[in-house]
């Protein structure tokens, strides 16, 4: 972190700043006044959810009894008759919602009316196989329209959906199922991931061989050249193909009146300690910011055509690739694949194929597309582009620069998003026709939202360097843990009493602009992605060699933040080359791919201080190649001596 402030520090001091074009500003879906708008928090709320189609309007607008929210209280609405009905019957049927790609080529194109009819079948599949309101349902899929199709069916007959990112592995997902008490899951035979097929269903065999609760699963078989491509064990009795479950079925499906407090879904996402947590996202408020958000931040008209990369297994994913961007009838490109597959001008092909306007990804991806080099970008024409975004972590002004030229042809402005699972929705960000935008910053907090930096005792502070917090209730923001409300209060509402806060690490600079400076907790972001050290701790110490481990986060060219293992052996096992390998594939099937960590080091012991807690400080600098820290609080310096020996063998 003292790196990234030195960075910021000199940033600030040369100030770019990019103001939006005139003709930008007066078509823009954001105009000055909505700052003022929002300053009246729920009036301004208020007028973004009397945007959606209410089936009975709310007698009051907010309920706040920290750490409890509720919006639009007593009101009753269906999210997915807002994505799609209002639109079919609003003369919007022909108009494409989904414009679908799989990695091999293979691709689906699906109107509103299209998507709705799909959404009816599968909502009546569901409810045939005794799914109703409340229950819960996992989703386990790749990147293909059945995906936002089974999202879309549960959110219809009030079913609440739990998707589980399909890079996770048979144990996550396990996991996931079972802490939501699933009674049915949505998969598919296998998807694509840089030519190969990942088979989803036999992972979801694997994880179902422990998961009482699971009633049916539904298996969508995942075509390409009219070919199925992978091979499923079906169960008789428990298992349907998605395609015959909806064969016969009516389009025309009930949509359940959903309280505007009634659960939409639950979103596991990692914490500071290994159980991942369910964080429960509500109806009413949820669509009201996702939808408020997507129109604002977007700028999404008509003729636009909206791709946010993310996967649908991510918060992302549910804000801005389903619900945000077809709650305003907006076009959506979706592709399964990785961007590098067949080439790695993937993405541009696709912008150019598919007359791209609006494009949304994250810093990783950029920093990859910036090593790969300007050649494949430049092959493409990009022309249609209008407006970048960028989420899921810091974007080092250097590649937003790049963003800027390469990508955005100097001409687009960039939105660089700040927000996180919990908070449903974007929180802090350029509004794309008002704010100027300055390379690194994610800019000033959306209309109706009011973060606060505060110091280490909360006090606040107008500028400088501190932590992100949250003190008045804003629509989207999680209602709950899963199943455990006393987790919630304690992990989001204690550190700092009266306030929400975020876990992330902020600058406030002289005009008021917010700069994230990451996770102060121990959580680490590799490639976007949350991930806790104590799950990957747990993961290595359920590895029978392993005694003890700590797991940070060392920065990385690429992923943001990478992994580094620290690992005590249990007495008489022996460190190895191929023990390295097996701990860090242990990581990969116990959590994910993602999770594994890049190196594995052992040692005798781990740096600890007199009261026992490990000094993952240190260890960071170990791994980071820096210059060791106050060690005065250790009680036994003479293991950091050893372990850094140990590392610049490694490294060297
Ligand atoms: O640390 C912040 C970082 O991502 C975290 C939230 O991760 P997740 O819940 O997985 O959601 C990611 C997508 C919303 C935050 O606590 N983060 C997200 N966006 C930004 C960011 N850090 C800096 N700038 C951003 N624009």
């Known amino acids: 972190m003292t790196d990234t402030s030195a960075q910021l520090d000199t940033l600030l001091a040369e100030n770019r700043r990019f103001p939006p074009t005139p003709e930008f500003s007066a078509a823009a879906n954001a105009q000055p006044g909505i700052y003022a708008d929002g300053e009246h928090s729920q009036a301004f709320w208020a007028d973004q959810a009397r945007k959606l189609d ?12 920290e750490p409890h929210a509720k919006w639009f209280v007593g009101g009753k609405l269906n999210a997915a008759a807002n994505c799609l009905d209002r639109h079919v019957a609003g003369g919007k049927g022909g108009r494409t919602a989904l414009i679908w790609e799989g990695e091999p080529g293979d691709q689906r194109i699906l109107t509103y009316r299209q998507l709705a009819d799909e959404v009816g079948k599968a909502a009546n599949a569901l409810r045939g196989l005794g799914v109703s309101k409340g229950d819960r349902v996992a989703i386990y899929m790749p990147l293909i329209p059945e995906a936002a199709v089974a999202m879309l ?55 179902l061989a422990d998961c009482p609760s699971i009633r049916s699963v539904l298996v969508v078989r995942r075509h390409a050249d009219g070919e199925s491509i992978g091979s499923a064990a079906m169960q008789q009795g428990r298992d349907h193909w998605w395609h015959e479950a909806l064969a016969g079925q009516p389009a025309g499906a009930d949509a359940e009146p959903m309280d505007s407090e009634d659960m939409l879904f ?21 669509l009201t910011q996702a939808a408020a958000t997507t129109r604002y931040v977007f700028d999404l008209k008509d003729e636009d055509v909206f791709w946010c990369t993310a996967d649908i297994g991510w918060v992302t994913g549910h804000s801005y690739v389903v619900y945000g961007p077809l709650a305003i009838g907006a076009t959506v490109v979706m592709y399964e694949g990785a961007p ?24 990783t991806a950029i920093r990859a597309f910036m090593k790969w080099g300007t050649d494949h970008p430049a092959r493409h024409d ?43 929705g974007i929180m802090i960000t350029p509004l794309p026709g008002i704010t100027a935008t300055k390379p690194g910053s994610c800019t000033i907090p959306f209309p109706g939202i009011t973060p606060e930096l505060v110091d280490n005792e909360g006090n606040v502070m107008q500028k400088g360097g501190g ?50 400076l990451g996770r102060v907790d121990d ?14 701790e747990s993961a290595l110490v359920d590895h029978p060699a392993v005694a003890e481990a700590a797991v940070v986060g060392k920065a990385h060219e690429l992923k943001g933040q990478a992994l580094s293992a620290f690992v005590t052996l249990k007495d008489g096992r022996e460190p190895s080359d191929q023990l390295k390998l097996e701990l860090r594939e242990h990581v990969a099937k116990k959590i994910g791919a993602i999770a594994r960590p890049d190196d594995v080091i052992f040692s005798a012991d781990l740096p600890k201080t007199r009261s026992g807690k490990i000094m993952r400080r240190l260890l960071k600098d170990i791994a980071e190649g820096r210059a060791l820290g106050d060690t ?3 009680a036994d310096p003479k293991v950091v001596a050893a372990l850094k020996d140990k590392y610049e063998e490694l490294e060297g």
Not at 266 to 286: A, D, E, F, M, N
């Open 153 to 207: 069916a549960c959110a219809r007959i009030g079913a609440v959906h739990s998707v589980v990112f399909g890079g996770f592995s048979a144990e996550s997902l396990r996991d996931r199922i079972n802490d939501a008490q699933a009674v049915a899951l949505i998969t598919a035979d296998g998807g694509y991931r840089r030519g190969g097929v990942v088979p989803l269903k036999q992972f979801a065999d694997e994880a």
């Open 382 to 424: 990009l022309s249609r582009l209008r407006l970048l975004g960028s989420v899921g972590e810091p974007i080092n002004p250097e590649a937003w620069m790049w963003y800027r030229e390469h990508i955005g042809g100097k001409r687009c402005p960039i939105v660089d998003t700040w927000w996180q699972t919990e908070t449903g």
């Open 266 to 286: 639950i979103l596991y996402t990692s914490g500071t300690t290994g159980k991942p947590k369910g964080i429960v996202h509500t109806t009413g408020g949820y």
């Open 54 to 65: 209410w089936i009975q309007p709310w007698s009051s607008v907010l309920e706040w009894q």
């Open 523 to 536: 959580v680490l972001n590799v490639a976007g992605h949350r991930i806790g050290t104590m799950e990957v």
């Open 467 to 516: 932590f992100l917090t949250l003190t008045q209730p804003w629509p989207g923001m999680l209602r709950t843990i899963y199943g455990d409300d006393e987790r919630y209060r304690q992990t989001y509402w204690s550190r700092f009493p009266g306030r929400y806060f975020a876990g992330d690490g902020a600058k406030l600079d002289e005009d008021g602009y917010w700069w994230v």
């Open 340 to 363: 590098d597959w067949p080439e790695r001008d993937r993405f541009w092909s696709l912008i150019a194929k598919h007359g791209v306007t609006v494009f949304y990804t994250a810093p």
């Open 632 to 634: 005065t609080t250790l």
